[in-house]
C-alpha cells in the first residue's frame, strides 16, 4: 500500500475546508483487499470527524481494512464522540496517520489509544505537508496564539496609499480575488481606525459562490472618535480600544502604550480560539504589530505601478539602522494577472 501516495490525496481533500477552530482533516478507507471504498473531509465543528465520517459511509466493508487520516484521531469526548471509538469498532486493523495533533487534550494520546487496542499504526506519514495545509491551527495549538498573517497591497516603490489616502486599487482584479481567498481563510480580520475612517471597508469575503464563514471583523480604535454609520457596525465588528467608548458595539479595553495592547490583544483572541488573525493595515497598526514581533507572515501583492514619490509606507515608523531589519524567507512568489505576491515569514531574531 503507497501510504505517501494515499496521503496526498487525503490532503488534498481538505484544502477548501474551513472548519475552524477545528484542524483541516481528510480521511480515506480501504478494505482489507486495498480498494478505496470511502472518502470524508472534516467540514465544521459540530459535523462528523473526517474518519467517524468515512467509516459510517463504508460500514461492513471497513472491517480488516485500513484508515488514512491526515491528522491523529482523537480520544476525547468534545462536539462529537471520540474518533479513535469509531476506529475501533468499526474493525479495521490498520491506521495510517499523517500528523500528531499537537492539542495538548490529543497528543499521541490517540495513537496510543489505538495500539493498546491491538491496532497497527503507521504515524508521521508526512508531517510538513499536513501542517502546510493548516498552518494556523498548528501554530494556535503550539502557542496558544493565533497565527498573525499581515497582508498588504503596494506600488513597486513601496507605496500603500497616495497622500490624500486614496489607495484602492492599487492592485489589479487577479490581486483582489487572491486577498478575499485569505480572508475567506482568516478566522478574523484586524484593520486600524485611519483604516475605518478613510476606507469604510467592509472586509467581507467576496468571491463568486461563496458560501463558507465569514472572518470576524475587528477595529482597532484610539483617542479619535469612530464614525457611527461603519459598514463594519452592520457586521457586528468587534472594538479593542484603549478607554472605554461610547458606541454600540462590544468594546474590549486593553490600554497599552501608543494605544491598544496589541500583543494583549493577540493573547486575548488566541484564548477566545481564535486560530487566525488577517491584519489588513493600515501603516500605523501594521508598523505597530511588525515591532512588536508580533507578524508570524506577510503576504504582499505588489501592482505593476510606480506611485512616483511617498505618499504613505506599508509601515509606518522610522528605520533607525540596518540592524533593525529583520530578514526571512520568502516562501512563495506567485503572478497574479500584472501584480507579484509574495509570501514572506520572518526568520529569527
Ligand atoms: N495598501 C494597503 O494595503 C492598505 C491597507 C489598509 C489601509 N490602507 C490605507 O492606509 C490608510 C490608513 O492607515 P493609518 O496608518 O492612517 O491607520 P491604521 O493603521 O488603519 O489605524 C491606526 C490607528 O489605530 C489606532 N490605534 C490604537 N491602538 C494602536 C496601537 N497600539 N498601534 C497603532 N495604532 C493604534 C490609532 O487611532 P487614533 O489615531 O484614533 O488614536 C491609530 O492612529 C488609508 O489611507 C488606507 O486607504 C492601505
Known amino acids: 500500500m503507497d501510504h505517501r501516495r494515499l496521503m496526498t490525496e487525503a490532503i488534498d481533500l481538505t484544502r477548501h475546508t474551513r472548519p475552524h477552530p477545528n484542524p483541516r482533516v481528510g480521511a480515506i478507507v480501504l478494505d482489507a483487499a486495498g480498494s478505496v471504498v470511502a472518502r470524508a473531509v472534516h467540514e465544521a465543528p459540530g459535523y462528523e470527524h473526517a474518519e467517524a465520517l468515512a467509516l459510517a459511509s463504508a460500514g461492513e466493508s471497513a472491517r480488516g481494512g485500513t484508515v488514512v487520516v491526515t491528522l491523529e484521531p482523537c480520544n476525547h469526548a468534545g462536539l462529537t464522540p471520540p474518533c479513535t471509538e469509531a476506529i475501533l469498532s468499526s474493525g479495521v486493523s490498520s491506521v495510517v496517520i499523517g500528523a500528531r495533533d499537537p492539542d495538548t487534550r490529543v497528543d499521541g494520546s490517540g495513537i496510543a489509544r489505538l495500539r493498546a487496542a491491538g491496532i497497527e499504526v503507521v504515524e508521521d506519514v508526512a508531517p510538513a505537508e499536513v501542517e502546510a495545509v493548516d498552518p494556523a491551527y498548528f501554530h494556535h495549538r503550539r502557542t496558544g496564539r493565533p497565527l498573525v498573517t499581515l497582508k498588504w497591497a503596494a506600488t513597486l516603490d513601496g507605496q500603500a496609499a497616495a497622500a490624500d489616502g486614496t489607495s484602492q486599487w492599487i492592485t489589479s482584479v487577479e ?5 478575499h481567498v485569505l480572508r475567506a481563510d482568516s478566522d478574523a480580520i484586524v484593520v486600524g481606525a485611519g483604516t475605518l475612517i478613510a476606507d469604510d471597508p467592509a472586509l467581507n469575503v467576496r468571491i463568486p459562490d461563496y458560501e463558507g464563514p465569514e472572518p470576524m471583523p475587528i477595529v482597532v480604535a484610539g483617542r479619535r472618535p469612530l464614525p457611527t ?8 465588528a468587534e472594538i479593542y480600544a484603549p478607554m472605554p467608548l461610547a458606541i454600540d458595539q462590544e468594546v474590549t479595553v486593553l490600554p497599552g502604550p501608543g494605544g491598544v495592547d496589541l500583543a494583549a490583544m493577540v493573547g486575548v483572541l488566541g484564548a477566545r480560539g481564535v486560530v487566525s488573525i488577517l491584519v489588513e493595515g493600515g501603516p500605523t497598526l501594521a508598523g505597530a504589530l511588525w515591532r512588536l514581533g508580533l507578524i508570524d507572515r506577510i503576504v504582499v501583492y505588489l501592482g505593476a505601478v510606480v506611485a512616483g514619490g511617498v505618499g504613505r509606507t506599508v509601515l509606518d515608523g522610522v528605520w533607525e539602522t540596518l540592524g533593525d531589519a529583520r530578514r526571512g524567507e520568502i516562501v512563495v512568489v506567485e503572478r ?6 509574495f509570501v514572506f515569514v520572518p526568520g529569527g531574531e
Open 175 to 179: 490581486s483582489r480575488l487572491d486577498a
Open 336 to 341: 497574479l494577472g500584472p501584480d507579484i505576491k
Open 229 to 236: 454609520g461603519a459598514r463594519l457596525w452592520g457586521r457586528g
